[in-house]
């Protein structure tokens, strides 16, 4: 499976621009390799139905407030009614997470930082939990709940194994759609078994929504019976 080359960090103005184009480019690369085994992720990327936008770095409080503001764009445009599938990515630049321990701690220090910039009037989705061990979890974000893929270079997943740390936003929304409709079951078998050729072994930390706490999910690790998700809700 092709690994896009990590890059250098740049600062702002033409570079930062330039190095949005690139990075796209890089993740354009990688979700296009024969072997990547998300099918959903692959459709949405041929279809443009995607947004990507660089930031600095994973779990910074700038990051946040920018991301914030992109992503608040990005669910507002989203049909409610799941219609069409599309994601939002986050590309963090500067030095990437040692290991996949440091990635979900800065993972999830990004998460509550942009949770902490939700606008204080919109309430955390109502078809979801806001309790992280609860099996209804799912993150919110302006009202929609939203699946999220962390990728790194040092992932155990080679299907998360991006050279830039990153974070894929998925609405909710569509995947209950598909199932409506009598896709979803299908598609994620697919995805499963192109992930079980890819890899080996399938994912330890798979579960579909309601058996337990995607949360878990997230970071892409495999994480112990004891684990504990360090999210907290703010107070409405």
């Known amino acids: 499976m092709h690994v896009a080359r990590e890059g250098v960090r740049v600062t702002n103005g033409a570079d930062r621009h330039e190095a949005a184009r690139r990075l796209e480019a890089e993740f354009v690369a990688f979700v296009e390799d024969a072997s990547f085994p998300c099918l959903a992720g692959k459709g949405v990327l041929h279809r443009g139905n995607h947004t990507l936008r660089v930031y600095d770095g994973l779990g910074t409080e700038v990051a946040a407030a920018q991301l914030a503001d992109d992503l608040?764009?990005?669910?507002h445009a989203t049909p409610a009614d799941g219609a069409g599938m599309r994601a939002f990515v986050a590309v963090f630049q500067g030095p990437a997470p040692a290991d996949e321990i440091a990635f979900e701690r800065r993972l999830w220090r990004q998460l509550q930082r942009l949770h902490e910039h939700d606008d204080p009037g919109?309430?955390?989705?109502r078809t979801v939990s806001a309790d992280p061990e609860s099996a209804q979890f799912s993150f919110s974000f302006g009202g929609h709940a939203l699946f999220v893929?962390?990728?790194?270079p040092a992932s155990s997943r080679l299907s998360r194994r991006f050279a830039w740390p990153a974070l894929v936003f998925n609405p909710r929304s569509q995947f209950e759609r598909l199932?409506?409709?009598?896709?979803?079951?299908?598609?994620?078998?697919?995805?499963?078994?192109?992930?079980?050729?890819?890899?080996?072994?399938a994912n330890p930390n798979?579960?579909?929504?309601?058996?337990?706490?995607?949360?878990?999910?997230?970071?892409?690790?495999?994480?112990?019976?004891?684990?504990?998700?360090?999210?907290?809700?703010?107070?409405?």
């Not at 919109?122 to 989705?125: E, I, K, T, Y």
């Not at 893929?149 to 790194?152: A, E, I, K, L, R």
């Not at 112990?224 to 360090?230: F, Q, T």
């Open 72 to 75: 608040r764009e990005f669910v």
């Open 122 to 125: 919109v309430a955390w989705d």
């Open 149 to 152: 893929v962390g990728m790194h």
């Open 179 to 201: 199932r409506s409709e009598g896709h979803f079951e299908r598609l994620r078998a697919l995805v499963r078994e192109r992930d079980v050729a890819l890899q080996g072994t």
């Open 206 to 236: 798979l579960a579909d929504f309601g058996e337990r706490s995607e949360a878990r999910q997230y970071s892409g690790r495999a994480t112990e019976p004891e684990w504990r998700c360090p999210f907290h809700r703010k107070s409405p």
